[in-house]
């Protein structure tokens, strides 16, 4: 199973994007699922987090701001991202939890950009 992530881009500062993750395959149920970023120069952080139960956990520098959620009947996890800030330029990845296992996502970048 993969998971295809998409929906990065060009936006300006304040702009919004939404980001989704798939999993590839159905019957592939996505269990815990989350978002991380990484900066040039910079070491992978964490934005967000969600479990199978709906509980959230955000980074520190996206709370406020960015909003995880998943869609259980489309087995997807998204990322809305409001408020961004060219600090927030990063190339993103998803990873799930699937059957106990952890599975990455290939990046999508964002960069946030006049």
């Known amino acids: 199973v993969q998971l295809q992530a998409s929906g990065g881009g060009l936006v300006q500062p304040g702009g919004s994007l939404r980001l989704s993750c798939a999993a590839s395959?159905?019957?592939?149920?996505?269990?815990?699922g989350g978002w991380y970023r990484q900066a040039p120069g910079k070491q992978r952080e964490l934005v967000a987090l969600?479990?199978?139960?709906?509980?959230?956990n955000y980074g520190d520098s996206v709370k406020g701001r960015f909003t995880i959620s998943r869609d259980n009947a489309k087995n997807t996890v998204y990322l809305e991202m409001n408020s961004l800030k060219p600090e927030d330029t990063a190339v993103y990845y998803c990873?799930?939890?699937?059957?106990?296992?952890?599975?990455w996502g290939l990046g999508t970048l964002v960069t946030v950009s006049s």
């Open positions: 990873n799930a939890f699937i059957f106990g296992f952890s599975y």
């Open positions: 395959r159905s019957g592939f149920r996505i269990n815990a």
């Open positions: 969600i479990t199978s139960a709906g509980s959230t």
